[in-house]
């Protein structure tokens, strides 16, 4: 009953919007690399730098744009690196991923500690928030008001570059070399495209990206930076982008499902279920995801 | 020389080329900490000083420092059997906090066994446990093709705040400032090493289970088959072997060295379940699996500098002002130096291979893979009509 | 004499390997210029060192009298080289305009102009008479047709010469035709045709100038019409080559193999083998022939239990086999060597030995209650691989490393020493040298004169015509017919391979 109750209400809706932000913002920095034929499992890792870029910035500078940049900055660093070790030293981009992870874990909390002197999280009044913008024409108390008005400028531009980049993977010539390089580099190369600039381009935007996700989570809820902050979400944002195989509508919808787990969660712990109990759901209902949709994928292609 | 089965020397060339990549890559690793230490604003000697110290500058410090590596060298094991069998477990740190509360569980609730019952009982069922929390993962990426690193990745996070609600709340020792179960029965106790300090015999175990798996690799036909399997299925699908039962049972013991590692900590260390009880383990473990080039005696030095790298951490930590999480960042360092020196690493052999196969495969003509194989030799020449 | 491209003393060496050695050779302009050799010969890493896929170590080139160096293929472009690669760079999921004009796709308000490239398709295929249709997605079109796609290619980025590089490989005795009529159209247009080949006849079919490699080097440059083929072939090899001796005709014995209405379906939910019957006796080689993608791969996959069957029967020695696993109809009787010997026939990063003992490593005396018995292992791998002379540098040396013809040596030695009373054989010459085909087809018909039953698949009519009992031509997943090598021709062979004629059922011809 309740559940149904959860489903029908229009703050449900809202609150998936903000879940998905970080979400839909990583899965579609990872569908650049995707599509450029390298797998990067570290948008873990690359959230985790931006969003204590984007803290220690908007900390130090005073306002929540500096901590965007911050957020920039990081995630675009971090993409060239990983960008130097996948595409020009050939390592294999499962290693790196996997060594970026740790790295941000170790790096991000050191820095926590050496800049800020505290051991697990750091909260201040001088970290500033993103701020919520209304949608000019929409009264806030309306139906669309309530569902996408008043949520951050990240909300918004997660949500506008779903067809946007759409439309850039499948109706541009960048989109075009771009995916040419996932599936047929020489093909590309004979024609005299340059595959490696194309996988070097993809893994830095896809750092920004990743950037930008970990600053909305940083500063789009609670403005603070805990240890490992980003609990997994880099991985449900890879399983969305698999999931999607990289097309930004399905993958919209994949976020979308995971946002409405992570708000169920939430709404579970305020009805009394054991607040761990009720963090794992996100975590069971991607696995069920990714199940279910692999076993239809095998059944299509033996039938 | 039989009994190596390879050229002798050219074992030695390849490991002391492995060998000094990975030297000198601890060397820069060592430069750039010394250099974050430096814009900390402390000294890097005093602090390496410190490290070197309270890892290996007393024997306490060296028990301490071999106790911290137990964990590790399973987990760096639980790694290595996965992937060299070609399957990719990243869910070790899961797989370990559900050993750990496994053992936990049978230290503390079965009651009136004697010690050469229990204690072996809870290893074992960790051990299990550990099993339980990986092989129904491959299971899934066998039968239906779900990729098994993200599953394996997100059962972490379910496995750790599973355990944490079971110590929190069912499992909670009374009056605890933090999750907690109550302490295991003596009986249950690993049997220490020293008599001051942690070192347990667990680390025994560990060490031994190094050279046992190097053995069932190398010298038996399930390594044999697990090896095949990691590096080639196709071929080993064709030779008969059934791919997909091994990839399954490769899975479940690599979960079980995860949760046998789990279980020891518990059982020899902490002697109950503390919430929050790994630093990080299980993914440390997979790289100290790549360092150790996916061979089970190389996880022993491998292990054993990653326990320095921690031990020494805290002591340096406690001695100077650098956070002990300076060597989460050395390790990783180290691993993006050797791993790029390597170029297209030996590392992940299955997958390596795979990208080459299919490369010469192409090139031959050979690969069946669809629409264009031209055919490399098709002569019409010299017809004999 | 105007030429349009000179090669002058080119080297290149790869590790273990001298490619070309001082290579000296001149394209005339507007001519057919054969370059022929056998495998290994040199003739592919000569063209990627023209087309700047490769630098060469030294030497020099000119285009149209200018000298050049080419960094990557953009180069060679720019100066109108274009090429026609063995595998296709051809973007399976894009359709046949978007890959035409991959690299300089036209483009309308920054978007892709999808519109302008196929009707830029549609002109192209028009001029040269290659027809196209710029809307089909690329995998779903036949070899053929996707050569056409990329010699339009090569045209559209402005290419006065074009390099082809064993195109007829994979056609059909009417796709060659068409193939060589768009070659006199080109030239005929003034552009210059460069044709790897190691099919002679082609070479006396199309070409007006050839030049033979043999290991690296150039032994001659001549005009074709002053070369015979068995010149060709001598220069190919470099020495006399001994006829192939007759095979010796046996009485066939006991049905091993027997295929009832077999069914099997493709990756892609078609039906890759149609209501197959056949059946294989002792003592006798039947041969499936045809062009590669008709069946035959699924075909023998599915005997040999690496696919799943849709209905119809397989026995083996009078045992149902159908759908059983790999292991199961092994330990039946059957041996395989694949088509794929590298990615299915051999693990590259294992030993030697250990893939001369895979399927035995389980049996004594190799293995002892799991135990592996190194000793023996090692004995029998020395054992087989000086009775297959196999070149190696030790038994314990990774299969990487060992050339084609060598590895395949490995996967027949350990497959036709199991003394199994069926073997699949697929493709076993594809990419070997001379020397190393000769062996193996040796072996083959010592097998069979030894009474073993073997199915053969091959696209290669030399091998089809001396190692074959009996023809079978595959087509669209039929047998279409049957023959005995002696009563029938390639010609004909070739009309029933590409469907142009069918038999009526008929019953084995013995």
């Given at each position: ?16 919007l ?23 499992i ?28 911050g957020?920039?900055?990081?995630g ?10 996948v595409?020009?030293f ?6 790196v ?10 790096a ?16 201040d009044?001088g ?14 108390d ?16 997660s ?21 040419a ?9 004979t ?9 070097w ?34 991985f449900i944002?890879?399983a969305?982008l ?6 930004p ?22 009805l009394g279920?054991p ?8 975590y069971?209902?991607?696995i069920?995801a990714l199940?279910?949709v ?10 | ?13 390849g ?14 690793a ?11 604003g ?10 070197i ?6 024997s ?12 590790l060298?399973l ?17 070790g740190?899961g797989?370990?906090y ?7 569980i049978?230290?503390v ?6 010690a ?6 809870a ?25 098994e690193?993200?599953t ?46 942690q ?5 025994l175990?560990a ?9 069932v690799f190398?010298r ?5 088959e697990?090896?095949?399997v990691?590096?080639n ?7 008969g ?20 590692g ?6 020899g ?16 473990g ?18 054993l ?13 406690a001695?100077?002002n ?15 130096f ?9 590392f ?5 291979n795979?990208?080459?196969?299919v490369?010469?495969?192409l ?10 194989v ?9 017809g004999?009509? | 004499?105007?030429y349009a491209?000179?090669?002058e003393d ?6 273990g ?18 370059l022929?050799?056998e ?14 896929l490769y630098?060469?170590?030294s ?7 200018k000298?050049?160096?080419f ?12 090429m ?9 999921s ?10 300089r ?7 892709f102009?999808?519109a302008?490239?196929e ?17 089909s997605?690329?995998?779903n ?23 082809l ?14 193939l ?15 044709f790897?080949t ?7 079919s199309?070409?007006?100038q ?8 150039v ?7 002053e070369?015979?083929?068995n010149?060709?072939a001598r ?20 049905k091993?193999?027997?295929i ?19 059946e294989?006796r002792?003592g006798e ?12 791969t699924e ?6 239990g690496?696919?799943?069957i ?6 083996l ?5 159908t ?39 389980r049996?004594?005396p ?5 135990w ?9 791998a ?38 199994a ?11 070997l ?20 039953a ?43 391979m ?13």
């Open positions: 009953m309740e559940f149904i109750e959860f489903l029908t209400e229009l703050t449900t809706y809202r609150a998936v903000r879940i998905m932000t970080p979400l839909l913002l990583a899965a579609l920095g990872g569908a650049f690399t995707y599509h450029a034929g390298i797998l990067n570290a948008l873990e890792g690359q959230m985790l730098f931006g969003a204590f870029a984007a803290v220690t910035a908007s900390y130090y500078f005073g306002n929540a744009i500096a901590g965007v940049i957020g920039i900055l990081a675009l660093l971090i993409g060239l690196i990983f960008g130097l070790f595409v020009r050939k390592t294999d981009e499962f290693i991923g996997i060594a970026i992870n740790i790295l941000a874990v170790g991000t909390t050191f820095a926590m500690r050496a800049l800020f002197g505290v051991k697990a999280s750091f909260s009044p970290i500033k928030p993103l701020i919520k913008i209304p949608i000019p024409g929409i009264p806030s309306s139906f669309l008001g309530i569902l996408i008005g008043n949520h951050t400028l990240l909300t918004y531009i949500l506008l570059l779903v067809p946007l980049l759409f439309i850039l993977f499948y109706y541009t010539r960048f989109g075009m070399h771009l995916r390089t996932g599936e047929h580099p020489e093909a590309l190369e024609a005299g495209g340059n595959t490696s600039l194309i996988q381009i993809a893994s830095a935007i896809n750092g920004v990206m990743c950037g930008l996700a970990g600053t909305y989570l940083a500063l789009g809820y609670l403005s603070q930076f805990v240890k490992n902050m980003t609990a997994g979400r880099g944002a890879l969305a698999l999931f999607g195989a990289g097309n509508f399905k993958i919209f919808i994949g976020t979308f499902v995971f946002g409405l787990a992570d708000s169920l969660s939430i709404r579970f712990q305020s279920v607040p761990y109990f009720a963090l794992m759901v996100p069971i209902v991607t069920i199940i279910f692999s076993a239809r994928q095998k059944k299509r292609y033996t039938m | 020389m039989n009994w190596f089965n390879t050229n002798l020397r050219d074992i030695l060339v490991r002391m080329n492995r060998f000094g990549q990975i030297i000198s890559a601890i060397i820069l060592i430069i750039i900490g010394a250099l974050i230490i430096y814009i900390n402390d000294d890097p000697l005093v602090a390496y000083q410190a490290l110290i309270s890892s290996l500058g007393s306490a410090a060296i028990a301490s420092t071999l106790s911290k590596s137990t964990p060298i987990t760096g094991l639980c790694a290595t059997i996965a992937f060299r069998s070609g399957v990719i477990n990243i869910g740190e797989q370990l559900m050993g750990a509360i496994a053992g936990a049978v230290g609730y079965i009651t009136g066994l004697p050469i019952i229990h204690l072996p009982l290893l074992i069922v960790g051990a299990l446990a550990g099993f339980i929390w990986a092989a129904p993962f491959e299971w899934f990426k066998v039968k239906y093709g779900t990729d690193l993200v394996t990745t997100l059962a972490n996070y379910i496995a750790i705040l599973f355990t944490t609600y079971l110590v929190t709340n069912p499992l909670l020792k009374p009056g605890a400032p933090l999750g907690m179960t109550r302490n295991i029965l003596p009986s249950a106790y690993l049997p220490k090493l020293v008599s001051h300090g070192l347990n015999v667990g680390f175990i060490v031994s289970l190094c050279v046992i798996l190097w053995f190398f038996t036909t399930l390594g044999y697990l090896r095949m990691g590096s299925p196709r071929f080993s699908r064709y030779i072997i059934s791919v997909g039962f091994r990839q399954i049972l490769a899975m479940g013991l690599s979960g079980a060295l995860a949760g046998l789990g279980a020891i900590v518990v059982l260390i902490q002697h109950r379940f503390i919430q929050n009880l790994s630093p990080g383990w299980g993914f440390d997979i790289l100290i699996a790549l360092l150790a080039g996916l061979n089970p005696l190389g996880v022993l030095p491998m292990g500098l990653f326990g320095i790298l921690k031990s020494g951490g805290l002591g340096m930590e001695a100077t650098v956070p002990s999480e300076l060597s989460e960042v050395l390790q990783s360092i180290i691993i993006f050797v791993a790029a020196e390597i170029g297209v690493t030996m992940f052999r299955w997958r390596n795979q990208k080459v196969q490369e010469e495969s090139k031959m003509g050979t690969l069946d893979e669809g629409v264009f031209p055919s490399d030799q098709s002569s019409f020449s010299d004999e009509e | 004499m105007n491209i000179e090669l080119i080297t290149k060496r790869f590790p390997v001298l490619a070309n050695d001082h290579v000296n050779l001149s394209v005339k302009k507007g001519a057919v210029h054969a022929v050799g495998n290994g010969a040199g003739k592919s890493t000569l063209m990627n060192i023209i087309y700047g630098l060469p170590d030497g020099s080139i000119r285009i149209n009298g000298k050049v160096v960094h990557s293929p953009r180069d060679a472009i720019a100066n109108g080289l274009g026609v690669h063995q595998h296709f760079m051809l973007v399976p894009y359709t046949v305009a978007e890959n035409l004009v991959l690299g796709e036209p483009r309308k308000n920054g978007l102009d999808r302008k490239a009707e830029t398709t549609r002109k192209l295929s028009e001029q040269y008479h290659l027809e196209v249709d710029p809307k997605v690329v995998h079109l036949s070899v053929g047709t996707q050569q056409r796609v990329e010699i339009l290619k090569a045209l559209h980025f402005g290419a006065d010469t074009i390099i590089d064993e195109p007829t490989a994979v056609l059909t005795p009417q796709e060659i035709d068409d060589f009529n768009t070659i006199r159209v080109l030239v005929k247009d003034r552009k210059t045709v460069i790897i190691h099919k002679l006849y082609e070479v006396k199309i070409s007006n050839v030049t033979v490699l043999r290991k690296g080097k032994i001659d440059t001549l005009p074709t019409k070369v015979t083929e010149d060709l220069m190919m090899v470099g020495e006399k080559m001994e006829p192939i001796p007759a095979k010796s005709t046996i009485q066939v014995g006991e091993i193999l027997e009832k209405n077999l069914v099997v379906g493709d990756s892609m939910g078609s039906r890759a083998v149609r209501n197959v019957l056949l294989v002792e080689i039947v041969t499936l022939a045809g062009v590669e993608g008709n069946g035959q075909l023998v996959e599915a005997i040999t690496l696919h799943p849709d209905s119809g029967k397989v026995y020695r009078g045992k149902d086999i759908g059983k696993t790999p292991d199961e109809i092994r330990r039946q009787g059957l041996a395989h060597v694949p088509g794929d010997r590298i990615s299915v026939g051999s693990n590259r990063s294992s030993s030697v030995a250990e893939n001369l003992i895979a399927r035995r490593h049996q004594e190799f293995s002892k209650k799991g592996t018995n190194l000793q023996i292992v090692n004995k029998f020395e054992d087989l691989v000086d009775r297959f002379n196999i070149k190696t540098s030790s038994i314990n040396a990774l299969a990487s490393t060992l050339s084609g013809g060598n590895l395949q040596k490995v996967v027949v030695a350990r497959e036709f020493t199991f003394q009373p069926l073997l699949v054989v697929s493709q076993p010459t594809r990419g040298d001379i020397a190393s085909t000769r062996y193996i087809r040796d072996v083959l018909i010592e097998m069979r004169d030894n009474g073993h073997i199915i053969l698949v091959s696209t290669d009519l030399d091998e089809v015509f001396s190692v074959s009992d009996r023809i079978l031509v595959m087509y669209q997943g039929e047998v279409v017919g049957e023959f005995t090598p002696e009563k029938t021709t390639r010609e004909e062979l070739g009309l029933y590409i469907g142009a004629r069918r038999q009526s059922k008929v019953e084995s011809i013995a």
